[in-house]
């Protein structure tokens, strides 16, 4: 904790969060100028015309305050690399809306470059199913890390149906790291997800003001819910493997629990009517809440809620040591009931 307290690491967290506050605040008028605007429209609830700048105002405020770090850099060169990629295909898909194909392509080359060159590969998923067996991936290692990671930016651009919904959820899952991180020794990874903290914590106070007119006055965008999912799956990854781990890789599991099911829920569910997996409805949790009577600020706490509740089961299993395959098993039953509680919503609707 004592490098949470150094001034020099404070000065950069305020550096880092004052950055996004300026961006967010002087690049709304240049959205609007660009047409970078989310517009409502059947599944969007919003009113008016609300900015898309969310995400580049995150990357950049995020990218200068690991650079007022005293740390390492070259160890993130496929960190940013990776994200400069994602971030700019997002911006392009929320100017223009770019099919799915291209979307696919974009994120596996920075998936690639993550686990290729930035070396963050899913090696083994641990004593997942027995405590006397690793499940090892082998040859499988790279292709199943870029299918995980891009599951990972996937489910949190499913989230984003809510107002604060996908900066919230994140912000649990790099506050369940950074508390693991604090255990673990691994001040480096502490101190960067301590910054990804900070400017969350900007974008959320934009994403969830009102002004006179609308109750919303930037949204992330594609190009920050994409950015945000690269960086969540990085950490998630790299914090799981290797001899020196700081968590097993079923306590990932747990902090992105909220994603992870919802995203799963959906897939099974088009596919089983012969939809693309990634096709739009108002299938959501988010939507049967709405029309279950709640309004978005308390589908926000429910849904947030449930991801705090979650993320804090895997910290209090990491903690007492709860052997991997009963946390593995747990988290398949919580799927299970959550199976059953979406089927209900989804009838009652």
């Not at 969060?17 to 989310?38: G, Q």
């Not at 083994?124 to 991936?137: H, I, K, M, N, R």
Request: with cysteine.
């Amino acid at each position: 904790l004592e490098h949470l307290m150094d001034l020099d690491y404070i000065g950069s967290l305020l550096a880092g969060f004052c950055l996004a506050v300026f961006l967010l605040y002087i690049l709304r008028p240049v959205a609007a100028h660009i047409n970078l605007v989310d517009e409502p429209g059947e599944r969007k609830l919003h009113e008016g015309a609300v900015p898309l700048i969310g995400g580049i105002a995150i990357f950049v405020a995020f990218s200068f305050a690991i650079l007022t770090i005293d740390s390492p850099i070259s160890s993130l060169r496929a960190f940013f690399a990776g994200s400069l990629i994602l971030m700019f295909t997002g911006v392009l898909d929320d100017l223009h809306e770019l099919s799915a194909g291209k979307r696919f392509i974009a994120q596996i080359i920075a998936t690639t470059i993550m686990a290729a060159w930035g070396g963050v590969v899913l090696n083994d998923f641990g004593y997942l199913v027995s405590t006397g067996f690793v499940f090892e991936l082998g040859w499988l290692a790279v292709p199943v890390t870029v299918f995980a990671a891009i599951g990972v930016i996937n489910a949190l651009n499913m989230l984003d149906g809510v107002d604060g919904l996908a900066g919230f959820v994140s912000l649990v899952c790099v506050l369940g790291m950074m508390i693991i991180c604090i255990t673990s020794g691994q001040t480096h990874t502490l101190m960067v997800l301590g910054l990804l903290a900070a400017v969350l914590i900007a974008f959320l106070i934009f994403n969830l003001n009102c002004d006179h007119r609308n109750c919303t006055l930037v949204f992330m965008g594609d190009s920050g819910s994409m950015f945000l999912g690269f960086v969540l799956s990085w950490f998630l990854i790299s914090l799981s493997q290797g001899d020196a781990r700081a968590m097993s890789p079923v306590i990932a599991l747990w902090l992105f629990a909220v994603p992870l099911i919802e995203t799963l829920t959906m897939i099974i569910n088009r596919v089983r009517q012969g939809r693309s997996p990634f096709s739009a409805d108002r299938e959501h949790l988010h939507h049967m809440l709405e029309e279950a009577g709640l309004g978005k600020r308390m589908i926000l706490v429910v849904i947030v809620g449930a991801s705090l509740l979650l993320a804090s089961i895997g910290l209090a299993g990491h903690y007492f040591q709860v052997p991997e395959p009963v946390m593995f098993y747990a988290f398949l039953a919580v799927f299970g009931g959550y199976l059953v509680v979406w089927k209900k919503l989804r009838v009652k609707d």
